[in-house]
């Protein structure tokens, strides 16, 4: 369906009435055509700004939740990189909504939680690609959140005397937790099991779990995890959080109260100038709203906590696109000359270890019947250091404590973008498989999931979502757990297990380290 609009509203315009009754009070919703009942704009917490969630009570009443609530504040470009990239719904800095989707039949169905991704700034469980009516219809409750993001969730005050005034660190994260144990006190009215919640999301999404996942008080919280693409490549230490923090408060004249006052609007703005910042760039990178160590939450990075047992108890599936930065590539040539350079620069390597890496990638992907240009080159040393080395070095380390531990890689290639810059199996590219919402938006065309591939993508979408819901069910998604030989599930044209698929381009990097 073109406009953005998708199979949301299709199964909007054939749904009929249903009610459902929970601690909190009733709730009118929807069935739609599919048998699967859906609420929507279920209010959580409240909260101040920059202060923990507060669990609401309940309503008076039978609350109407035909439609979604607010999305969080964030800033909204005129194109994003990918389909589909507006928020779905108004914004409010009251935005701890959570949907419920919940199969026709008794139950107690297997819950899956979905957390949206975004660069931990953007994004919205109201986006039309995250309508998960065909994921619930194959048996699961699915549940989507809302959390605050950039600002609003993301900053630490502690060094400014933020805790005096009652605010949190990662108050996005702690609304997530708040989501989550109103999930495990509600969900059975809903006929999901509370006993077998199941936590999945996709990059900043991911990111978001991978630090939950090594949270004191997990165990509360969810019982399974499933991280696509997760953003586990930086937490934020006190240090660099602080200068976060004063780079946003210099905006508002260093003054806590002026930060307090300030109207969502300018809060907004105020992120371009935070982001541009050198100082913070010289520390946080392209990212600057950030989950941080918190010494409550967050008690190290990921990489480090959950080697150290962290997660353990929790069966886990961890997964890459296999061209993930492939999203991310510039417009223009690169050539030989410029690549050295830029790689020179990236790891802060000589000209002749960054040249030899170059060409061992070239190598390495003519051998695999990969494309094998520069740019191809490129687009392979920055997808394996950003995401596909760290996931494999996460695997190791949970797997080392955990046995039910899960890898796969993602391998559908997209067709390139108009300006002819590659795709392949990019970053994000996944996400309409993990809904089968194809036809929001552009996506269809943008996955290259159109024409006589259109059937082979519908059976990519349904292994991907029999897999997750099997998991939520079991704890097992029907492959081989992470081990020496590190099994990995490819979810792609092709399907079945590689054994360390990652590792061939791994070798390749003792030439910089």
């Not at 929790?314 to 223009?332: S, Y």
């Not at 080159?377 to 920055?382: H, K, Q, S």
Request: with cysteine.
């Amino acid at each position: 369906m073109a406009g953005g609009t998708g199979s949301l509203w299709l199964w909007q315009a054939l749904a009929v009435e249903t009610t459902v009754t929970t601690d909190s009070g009733s709730l009118r919703g929807v069935q739609l055509a599919n048998g699967v009942r859906r609420f929507l704009g279920i209010p959580y917490a409240t909260s101040d700004r920059f202060g923990p969630p507060v669990p609401l009570d309940g309503w008076s009443g039978e609350l109407d939740a035909s439609t979604f609530g607010a999305a969080a504040p964030q800033p909204v470009s005129a194109a994003g990189l990918v389909p589909d990239s507006k928020p779905g719904a108004e914004m409010s800095e009251a935005c701890q909504f959570l949907n419920v989707w919940t199969p026709s039949g008794s139950g107690p169905w297997p819950v899956l939680v979905w957390v949206h991704g975004g660069s931990f700034l953007t994004g919205s469980a109201s986006m039309p690609t995250y309508d998960p009516a065909a994921l619930a219809a194959r048996g699961a409750v699915v549940v989507s959140i809302n959390y605050r993001l950039g600002p609003f969730g993301f900053v630490s005050f502690d060094s400014l005397g933020g805790a005096n005034r009652g605010w949190v660190a990662n108050a996005g994260l702690h609304d997530v937790v708040a989501a989550l144990q109103w999930v495990r006190r509600h969900i059975g009215a809903f006929a999901g099991a509370p006993d077998r919640v199941t936590v999945f999301g996709e990059s900043a999404g991911g990111g978001v779990i991978l630090h939950l996942l090594g949270a004191p008080g997990r165990g509360e919280w969810f019982d399974r995890a499933i991280v696509q693409s997760g953003s586990a490549g930086r937490t934020f230490d006190s240090s660099t959080a602080a200068v976060v923090a004063e780079r946003l408060l210099a905006g508002f004249g260093g003054d806590l109260d002026q930060l307090a006052q300030a109207s969502t609007d300018s809060l907004c703005a105020a992120i371009g100038v935070v982001a541009s910042d050198p100082a913070v760039f010289s520390l946080a990178g392209m990212m600057p709203f950030h989950p941080c160590i918190d010494d409550r939450l967050v008690l190290g990075a990921p990489a480090v906590v959950l080697a150290d047992g962290a997660g353990a108890g929790c069966d886990t599936i961890m997964g890459v696109t296999r061209d993930e930065m492939h999203l991310f590539l510039d417009a223009g040539p690169l050539d030989d000359d410029r690549a050295v350079r830029r790689v020179t620069k990236y790891l802060a390597c000589d000209d002749r270890s960054a040249a030899e890496l170059l060409a061992r990638y070239r190598e390495r992907l003519a051998a695999e019947g990969l494309p094998a240009s520069t740019l191809h080159a490129w687009g392979g040393i920055y997808t394996d250091r950003e995401m596909n080395l760290p996931a494999r070095m996460l695997l190791d380390g949970v797997a080392t404590h955990h046995a039910s531990t899960w890898g796969y890689e993602f391998t559908w290639s997209a067709p390139p973008r108009p300006d002819g810059r590659p795709l392949g199996a990019a970053h994000a590219v996944d996400l309409p498989f993990t809904f089968s919402t194809f036809d929001v938006d552009s996506w269809r065309t943008f996955v290259g999931a159109d024409g006589d591939r259109a059937a082979a993508a519908q059976g990519l979408a349904t292994a991907i979502q029999d897999a997750w819901v099997r998991f939520a069910a079991t704890g097992d998604p029907g492959w081989p757990c992470w081990s020496a030989s590190r099994p990995t599930y490819e979810f792609g044209v092709g399907q079945g297990v590689l054994d360390d698929p990652i590792g061939s381009r791994a070798a390749l990097w003792d030439v910089v380290n």
